[in-house]
C-alpha cells in the first residue's frame, strides 16, 4: 500500500544556494528536488514554512508551530519528515519528542551538512533514509537521519561541523544503519504505552543554561539564578555532575529550587551520565536541591523544562517528571 507523508521543511543548508552573502535557503528550491522521491510506493504532502530559517535562529515559537501542525495533521498522513537545519536540529528533535506524548507513527528528522545543489551532497542520502525510516509502522518515535544513521531524536547530539557524520546519540543505541540493505534494530525502538496526547511548548519560557568553568562563573551563575525572569536551569556540571561547593551557587540553586524554579544537573561531558555520590564533590549539589539529570542531553533538557511551562504539575510532580525516563531520553540506573 502506497505511504502517505507530511513533509515539513524549515530550511537549513540542504535547500540553500550560494547568494552574495553566503549560502541562504532558496524558497521553492527544495520542494522541486523532492519529487523525485514520490512513487507508487510513496506520496507525500510538503509544507515550506515562510520564511526559510538557517536554525540558528530557530525560536520556542517555531518549535510550538512544527509540534503544533504535526498534532493536527496526526490522523492524516502514516508518517512525518521534519526537514530542518543542523544547527539546533538536535533541539527541535527532542522538543518534538517530548511534546508528542504518545506519538504511534514515525517522525523523521533529517538535513545536511552540504545543500542538495552541491554535487557531493549528503542531502540525497539522509532524505532517502529519512523517507524509509519515515514508511515504518511500528516506529513510534521522533528519529534523526543522518549519514547511513538512525538516531533516537531525545538523544542525538550534532557532534561534527565538518565531517558528513554530523550527528551521534553518545549514550543511546542508534536505531539503524541504512547500508545496501537497512539493519533496523527493532529491539531498541519504543513501544508506546499511552495515547496519542500532544502538549505543545511554552514559548515564553525562559530556560536558563549555565556551563561551568574554573574561575568566576559559580558566582555570575549564583546571581543569575536569583533573577525573577527565570524559569528553569540547566547546570553543565564537570565530569560525574561535580561542583565546586561554592556557597553563591549552591545558594542561589537552594533559593531557586524553593521558589519553584528547577535546576537540572547534567554533565558537560559527552558520553556518561551525572551519578550522585560517585564522588563527594556531588553531593553539595544534589543537597541544594539540584535534580540529577543523568546521561540527558542538554537539548533533551531544554525540551523537558520548556514543557514543564505547559505541564500543570506540582514541584513534586514536576520533579519526578524531569529525573524520570519520560521519552527514552536518560538511561535509569
Ligand atoms: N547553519 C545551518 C543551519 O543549521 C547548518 C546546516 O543546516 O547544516 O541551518
Redesign the pocket.
Known sequence: MQKRLLVLYT????GMDETPDGLAPVPGLLPRLLERFRSPALDFELREYAPLI???AITLADMRTLCADIAAEYEHFDGFVVIH????MAYTASMLAFALRGLAKPVVVT???LPLVHPRSDGWSNLADAFEAACQDDLHEVALAFDRLLLRGCRARKVDAAAFAGFDSPNAPHLARFGISVDWYREHWRRVTQPFAPVLPDAARRVLPMLLMPGASTALFGRMLHEDDVDAAVLLSYGNGNAPADPALLDAIAAATKRGVPVLNLTQVVRGAVEVGAYAASQPLARAGALPGADMTPEAALAKLTLLGALDLDAEAARAYLTANVAGELTVA
Open positions: 530550511g537549513g543548508t540542504i538557517d536554525s540558528s537545519g543542523t544547527d539546533t538535513g545536511s551538512q
